[in-house]
Structure formats: C-alpha cells, structure tokens
T-cell receptor, first 114, second 116 residues
Framework: AQSVTQLGSHVSVSEGALVLLRCNYS??????LFWYVQYPNQGLQLLLK??????LVKGINGFEAEFKKSETSFHLTKPSAHMSDAAEYFC????????????FGTGTKLQVIP | EADIYQTPRYLVIGTGKKITLECSQT?????MYWYQQDPGMELHLIHY???????EKGDLSSESTVSRIRTEHFPLTLESARPSHTSQYLC???????????????FGEGSWLTVV
C-alpha cells in the first residue's frame, strides 16, 4: 500500500520569501513522486516529477523538489515566492509498474501575501 | 504533455436529468481516469480504465457510470442527477508506466456540475 501526507493544509508566505511545502510518502517499493499545481477552476498541472536518477528535480515556474529516501520525503521549494504562485499544490506517489495507481495527498493551499 | 479535452466546462441542470460529461485525449494513452473534487478539497478517484472495454470503480463510490469504446474517449454518465452530485469532475490520462514516464497523470481542465 502507498500513501501521501502533506503537512499543512494552508501555508502563507510573503512575496519574495522562501516557499516550502512538505510531503512525506509511504511506499513498499521504490516510488515515483510528483507535484501538481491547481489554479482556481482549473485542472491539475504537473510541476515536476521524480522517477529515477538525480534526486533533486527541477520543475516549471522555478520550483524544485528533493527526493530523500531516508526521510521518505519529497518537499517542494521555491527560493522566492511570487503572487502568481498562489494556488493549491498536490503531492502524489506511485509505485513502479504500468498498472499501479497514483495516490494523491490532500493538498496544500499556498497564500502569497504582498 | 497530453492534450485532454473536457466538455462541458460548466453545466447547471435540474434534478433527475441525465447528463454525460465528455472526455477525449489525443496522446493515445491507454489509462484514463475520472476524479471528483469538491471546491478546495482533495481528489477522489471514482473510475478508471486500462484500455478499450476496460472500466473499474475507483476508491470513492459513485452513482455515475463510464464506458471505454475507443482509446481516446472516456465519457462519464449520470442517469439521474441529484444535488449531491454537484462537484467538479476531472478527467485524466496516462501511459502505462515506464521508468521515464513513471505513471505520470495528465489532467483536463475539469467539468463543473451544478444540480439544482
């Protein structure tokens, strides 16, 4: 079985400050890990993903995440928040194998304060 | 990135009406999904398909039904809509997982259903 825990359903940061959204996962096999962003009234857009190789993954809009196996974490960061980053962010995990389902976290709503 | 199209984007219908939410993808993905999401809430998988003539129920029980007659098309139907069905419905697709794709799911823009 696999699961995802996103710590903090709401996170507020000031414009220009560091963004840190936390995600911990549970998986019995090496995981695939994802971060998605959802703007109001939109579907989910893939920000970045880790499948294999380098553990620091860079995504769109200046976001990056680091896969830490020992901590079972995949936290999302951005050095400097922009107003346009205000959205809901979802972490997801999947096991290797073509028929494995993807499990989503409950989401973290990011507020950026001007 | 996959192109997934959902229609209608917004729909308001009366109780008891039958509705079909359309979903099409142009990337030839074998796997397709329907998620239900209330505003600001988590995603719930309600249906998925591994390919043509394959449909499975998801983690959340739903009164809706789906069909997969063509690879690119995965419509969702509610035979008799009720106010409790008011929600956003997200269609998605993915390749069979490989080391590079990693079961990456691509989403459509969503269909907002309001039943009055």
């Amino acid at each position: 079985a696999q699961s995802v825990t996103q710590l903090g359903s709401h996170v507020s940061v000031s414009e220009g400050a560091l963004v840190l959204l936390r995600c911990n996962y549970s998986s019995s096999v090496p995981p695939y890990l994802f971060w998605y962003v959802q703007y109001p009234n939109q579907g989910l857009q893939l920000l970045l993903k880790y499948t294999t190789g380098a553990t620091l993954v860079k995504g769109i809009n200046g976001f990056e995440a680091e896969f830490k196996k020992s901590e079972t974490s995949f936290h999302l960061t951005k050095p400097s928040a922009h107003m346009s980053d205000a959205a809901e962010y979802f972490c997801a995990v999947s096991s290797s194998g073509g028929y494995q389902k993807v499990t989503f976290g409950t989401g973290t709503k990011l507020q950026v304060i001007p | 990135e996959a192109d997934i199209y959902q229609t209608p984007r917004y729909l308001v219908i009366g109780t008891g009406k039958k509705i079909t939410l359309e979903c099409s993808q142009t990337m030839g993905h074998d796997k397709m999904y329907w998620y239900q999401q209330d505003p600001g809430m988590e995603l719930h998988l309600i249906h998925y398909s591994y390919g043509v003539n394959s449909t499975e129920k998801g983690d959340l029980s739903s009164e809706s039904t789906v069909s997969r007659i063509r690879t690119e098309h995965f419509p969702l139907t509610l035979e008799s809509a009720r106010p409790s069905h008011t929600s956003q419905y997200l269609c998605a697709s993915s390749e069979l997982g490989t080391r590079s794709s990693g079961n990456t799911i691509y989403f459509g823009e969503g269909s907002w259903l309001t039943v009055v």
